[in-house]
């Protein structure tokens, strides 16, 4: 899909577009940047003068701790727009990196003032983009803080898997997710230790399994009660089939 299509698609998930909107979209230059394993798009405390929408593969946002660990934030795949928030930022309080290899497409940011300048109701969605990032923000301090460890890694699995149907990557029961123990942990703060024996607990439930980066949901409804999952806090318009 080309990054235009990405944007377009992104944005008409919760608002609508004018055809104007949309021909505006259609006019940005990307400019694509291949990223390797590990590589960072954008460093905690740089001044960002584009945003990337994902083209194939994965990218994390993390925070960089003091003694050099990470806390992962969120995760974005083929389709995601998970930039739009730098367009309002002059200076990043976060960083950006592949997730494996990953292919991005960045449009400029005095590109994008522009077209809001002359499309504002294109503001207000890229706007309401960065307040859904907020709301999945907020959904994840919930789940870190007040839910037991087994909920908290079946509802970060059902928000991966909920958006990656909506997005058309998922294969029948299973997501290609190549997220290391070691940061699934980082994200939900969990030991490796404690990574896997929740990992045992959920295998024990039947609804979900995880192995060598791919995540194969066997019993939706199950996985969705045991996370406490509820997906009005993505905002998508259009429900995953």
């Given amino acids: 899909m080309d990054a235009d299509k990405i944007v377009i698609n992104k944005l008409k998930e919760h608002s609508r577009l004018s055809a104007d909107d949309v021909a505006e979209i259609r006019g940005f230059?990307?400019?694509?940047?291949?990223?390797?394993?590990?590589?960072?798009?954008?460093?905690?405390?740089?001044?960002?003068?584009?945003?990337?929408?994902?083209?194939?593969?994965?990218?994390?946002?993390?925070?960089?701790?003091?003694?050099?660990?990470?806390?992962?934030l969120s995760f974005h795949m083929a389709g995601d727009w998970?930039?739009?928030q730098a367009l309002f930022?002059?200076?990043?309080?976060?960083?950006?990196?592949?997730?494996?290899?990953?292919?991005?497409?960045?449009?400029?940011?005095?590109?994008?003032?522009?077209?809001?300048?002359?499309?504002?109701m294109l503001g207000f969605a890229?706007?309401?983009?960065?307040?859904?990032?907020?709301?999945i923000f907020r959904e994840a301090i919930t789940n870190n803080s007040a839910r037991a460890k087994p909920a908290r890694m079946a509802h970060l699995f059902c928000e991966l898997f909920y958006r990656a149907r909506a997005l058309g990557h998922v294969d029948g029961d299973e997501l290609l997710l190549p997220v290391s123990l070691v940061q699934l942990g980082?994200?939900?703060?969990?030991?490796?230790?404690?990574?896997?024996?929740?990992?045992?607990e959920l295998r024990a439930s039947r609804a979900v399994d995880f192995r060598s980066g791919t995540l194969s949901v066997h019993n939706w409804q199950r996985l969705c009660a045991i996370g406490e999952f509820d997906p009005?806090?993505?905002?998508?318009?259009?429900q995953p089939r």
């Fill in 29 to 72: 230059a990307f400019a694509p940047r291949e990223l390797t394993d590990q590589e960072d798009l954008i460093r905690q405390g740089d001044e960002p003068d584009k945003s990337v929408v994902v083209m194939s593969g994965w990218v994390a946002r993390y925070h960089l701790l003091p003694g050099g660990g990470r806390q992962y």
């Fill in 82 to 84: 998970p930039d739009a």
């Fill in 89 to 120: 930022l002059d200076r990043m309080d976060h960083a950006v990196c592949a997730i494996g290899p990953a292919l991005v497409a960045g449009v400029a940011h005095k590109e994008l003032t522009r077209a809001i300048s002359r499309r504002p």
């Fill in 126 to 135: 890229i706007w309401r983009e960065t307040l859904i990032d907020a709301s």
């Fill in 186 to 200: 980082e994200t939900l703060g969990m030991a490796i230790a404690t990574v896997n024996r929740t990992l045992v």
């Fill in 232 to 238: 009005g806090y993505l905002h998508l318009k259009r």
